[in-house]
């Protein structure tokens, strides 16, 4: 960190561009997922009472897929920075996929919501999922056939935002890699970051929508960039 103060407590937030490398789409870039699917069609509610076939379609698809991904460098240096790092740390990632669990990272926060549950619409109650939806499997909690992503779709609500809010209260250093900066809140922390305080960095391929308000930005690929980075965090 040169002669900066070392920070203490880092908040960093993920998007899709994390995963890039592991071989899942990104949304935004071309030939990304927007591109190929409305969202106004597979990630709304509006759209899942419209025709739940083909948006639960969707999402098996999604998750059949991330099973066959596996978590890149990026995603291995920062379990590491989590597992050795002394001061608060949280990871809020926009992605559905699993890659900083099984990468190892524990303090992970799905403001998204996470592809490998299922969210029972007559209990309330999630479930590990990693089959397919589509058929109405009964939940295993209360067993009505209620099932549907556990995933945040556009005008709900994302998961976590008291927690997310407090940890950028408390945070010295914000840091987010491979998001365009085009969904809020996720786009506003970096601004909420700066108001509090911390100093905020930017690790992404390209300049992203939201560029200007971080007080750096590194480009290059996440499995370059994020590495170097975490190296740099845990050298004394
Ligand atoms: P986007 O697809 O909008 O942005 C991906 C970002 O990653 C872009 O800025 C790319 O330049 C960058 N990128 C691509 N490859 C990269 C690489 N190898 N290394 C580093 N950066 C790379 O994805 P998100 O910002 O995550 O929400 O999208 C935010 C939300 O919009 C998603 O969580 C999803 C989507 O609609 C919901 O579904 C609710």
Redesign the pocket.
């Known amino acids: 960190m040169g002669d900066m103060e070392r920070p203490r407590n880092i908040v960093i937030l993920t998007?899709?561009?994390?995963s890039?490398?592991s071989g899942i789409d990104?949304?935004?870039?071309s030939g990304?997922l927007?591109e190929q699917h409305r969202?106004e069609d597979v990630?709304t509610p509006e759209a899942f009472e419209r025709d739940p076939n083909l948006v639960l379609r969707f999402y098996d698809l999604r998750r059949e897929a991330v099973q066959a991904k596996l978590p890149n460098f990026a995603h291995e240096a920062l379990a590491i920075l989590d597992a050795q790092w002394k001061g608060e740390l949280l990871l809020v990632t926009?992605?559905v996929d699993d890659l900083h669990e099984r990468a190892g990272s524990r303090r992970v926060l799905h403001m998204?919501g996470e592809h490998l549950n299922a969210w029972c619409t007559a209990c309330d109650r999630r479930s590990r999922w990693t089959g397919p939806l589509i058929d109405r499997p009964a939940c295993p909690a209360c067993g009505a056939r209620a099932l549907r992503p556990d995933?945040?779709?556009?005008g709900e609500m994302p998961y976590g935002m008291e927690r997310i809010y407090a940890a950028i209260r408390q945070a010295d250093l914000f840091v987010s890699?491979?998001?365009?900066?085009?969904?809020y809140p996720?786009a506003g922390f970096v601004r909420d970051a700066r108001e509090c305080g911390a100093r905020t960095l930017e690790?992404?391929?390209?300049p992203?929508q939201g560029s200007v308000w971080f007080h750096e930005s590194r480009l290059g690929?996440?499995?370059d960039v994020v590495p170097e980075w975490v190296a740099e965090m845990l050298q004394s």
């Open positions: 998007g899709a561009g994390i890039a490398e990104t949304f935004r870039d990304g927007w969202v990630a926009q992605n998204h995933v945040v779709w556009f890699i491979g998001t365009s900066g085009a969904v996720a690790l992404n391929l390209e992203s690929p996440a499995t």
